[in-house]
């Protein structure tokens, strides 16, 4: 229900980067494995008839201080109060201090940018899985259980004031690999 009220919202971090319908980053050829989710509201409460429960309170979205995702938060926040009638209070951490909390599963929700160290996809999908806490073998079982709710991929861009062919930039880290880079 939260993956699908998030997904059909109209959110936006800012410039630089587009909204994420995978895993991983769409410049690695990976094609859109969004499971279809249905309509968020009767998914809620298909959910809290499973669990035997009759509503959803006291939910808390940890957030980064970082200002950059500020509007972000208030629109995750907005819409799930819109569209599943959930609030959630905020608290904005401190980015090691937030992926501590995360990593222990001391969290309801939690906004987390994720960045690997390399450009490697096994990286970000064992960061992924580790972040859920999940054994899920695939990126589609991440998706599956809902987990995991990428919402936006960052969009790196080199300028350069020639063409260059060749040139490789990281989805993961932006840096650029120039080992085949040549000026035509």
Do not use: M
């Amino acid at each position: 229900a939260f993956a699908a009220a998030l997904y059909s919202a109209d959110l936006s971090p800012g410039p630089g980067f587009i909204p994420a319908r995978q895993l991983f980053p769409p410049t690695l050829g990976e094609e859109d494995c969004l499971p279809d989710l249905g309509q968020p509201g009767p998914l809620l409460w298909e959910g809290l008839k499973a669990l035997g429960q009759d509503g959803i309170k006291g939910l808390t979205l940890l957030a980064p201080e970082d200002s950059q995702f500020e509007d972000l938060v208030n629109g995750i926040n907005q819409e799930l109060q819109q569209q599943l009638g959930v609030f959630c209070s905020v608290e904005r951490v401190e980015s090691s201090a937030l992926l501590e909390r995360v990593e222990a599963g001391e969290y309801d929700l939690a906004l987390v940018p994720c960045q690997p160290r390399s450009g490697a996809r096994e990286e970000l999908f064992a960061r992924w899985a580790a972040l859920a806490g999940s054994q899920a073998e695939s990126q589609e079982g991440l998706l599956g259980e809902c987990r995991v709710i990428p919402l936006f991929h960052q969009v790196f861009r080199l300028k350069t004031n020639q063409t260059v062919e060749g040139l490789w930039i990281s989805p993961y880290t932006g840096s650029p690999d120039l080992n085949h880079a040549s000026y035509p």
